[in-house]
């Protein structure tokens, strides 16, 4: 039998994981997908894309991921170039193409690229099913010391400003980056008040530390599965029952902390890895199945069914919608 704490089902999404630049005006203590030189930078092209789009397998979801504002990072006059290149002049005017690109595809747009202004997130809110900012921590930390855009303050204020715009957002915290558990708490209850003011986090991710070479944290030890649980514990306790407790499969073991309240396991990529951490492999759809028996898995869009339900989308998305959501809004399994 299962806990009588469990959920009816765990969710996870199918994606395909773009990241557009590594171009980022923030240089974190922890971080390996950053570029550091000319040599290591990118800008991915229209055709590149296009290429992952076209085999694309079964996924639903385009997950554009970015370096944060890169137009002011150091290396900023080379993403200004090569975004030119493609035709475009800003960040949010390129992924915006590249979003109408995956739509024409069948592919539903999420874009998580750091902080945004309310002007980006509108020109960006019609091409995407879902949008999504880590909060990481509301604590001052040595490991953000170089990262204006890890200041808690302007993380909040565009969680904010996605709330007043009603668009379905992604957010989580970081566990293990020099935080203590009271930050932890901290944080959780910071998102469950902002929820309670907008009402438009999906989920909440559980996201562990893990150590890279040549980082300023390289030395430091990745947390202990037991302050893992005592967070998703405390998540559950704090944020609305509403919101989804997600776990990544490929950084955690996700069967006990399913049966400590965690109810999603995020996306996952046949074609593509996890450039945030590309140490980690991602699970195939039956090994996620063998890791949670048994509890059921039900494969979902990047927009959760309640907003689906409430038509937090637009016209833009709304034939993928249609084609993609069943009638309790999880995906149609002849999709």
Known sequence: MLPETSHRYVTFSRNIFIPVTN?????????????????????????????????????????????????????????????????????????????????????????????????????????????????????????????????PAVRLQMLEEAGRLKIPFTTGILIGIGETQEDRIRSLETLAAVHERYGHIQEVIMQPFLPKAATAMENTSSPPFEMIKDTVRAARAILPAEIAIQVPPNLTSPKALIELGASDLGGISERTIDYINPEAPWPTEEELRRKIAPYELRERLPIYPRYIQKGRYSDRIKPLIERYADETGLRRKSS
């Open 23 to 151: 171009i980022c005006r923030n240089a974190c203590g922890y971080c390996v997908y950053r570029a550091c030189s000319r040599e290591d930078a990118y800008v991915v092209g229209t055709e590149a894309v296009l290429n992952l789009f076209r085999h694309r397998g079964t996924a639903t979801e385009a997950l554009f991921t970015s370096g944060e504002q890169p137009e002011r990072a150091a290396l900023g006059s080379l993403f200004t170039a090569r975004v030119a290149e493609e035709g475009f002049r800003s960040l949010s005017a390129y992924t915006k193409h590249l979003c109408q690109l995956a739509i024409q595809h069948g592919l539903l747009p999420h874009c998580n690229l750091g902080v945004l202004s309310r002007k980006e997130l509108m020109e960006l809110k019609d091409v995407n099913a879902s949008m999504g900012l880590m909060l990481e921590t509301t604590a001052e930390l040595e490991a953000h010391s170089q990262s204006p855009g890890k200041d």
